[in-house]
Nanobody
């Protein structure tokens, strides 16, 4: 059983920064694909950023150049550094862990609110 715990959300002014963390337990973290998703009120959940076990990254067009995903396999943690935040970045951010041969696991989510 994989458990994910996110932290780091909060209220920030436009132009500010936040760093989200997602700590994983219960699997061989280094083999997993880790992703961040977000869901704003009334909108569908969207993929924000992903990082493969090999370190390859991908980003939604809306966050390229502003957000950066990283992972620390020694700490079983994935991060999302969010810079130059905009009000439209306001959402609940969740991390997903894809475990080879097992499936997808989700954290509980953390609220990010960007004020204008």
């Amino acid at each position: 059983q994989v458990q994910l715990v996110e932290s780091g959300g909060g209220l920030v002014q436009a132009g500010g920064s936040l760093r989200l963390s997602c700590a994983a337990s219960g699997s061989i973290f280094s083999l997993n694909v880790m992703s961040w998703y977000r869901q704003a009120p009334g909108k569908q959940r969207e993929l924000v950023a992903s990082m493969s076990s090999g370190g390859s990254t991908s980003y939604a067009d809306s966050v390229k150049g502003r957000f950066a995903i990283s992972r620390d396999n020694a700490k079983n943690t994935v991060y999302l550094q969010m810079n130059s935040l905009k009000p439209e970045d306001t959402a609940v951010y969740s991390c997903r862990c894809r475990v080879p041969g097992s499936g997808d696991y989700w954290g509980q989510g953390t609220q990010v609110t960007v004020s204008s």
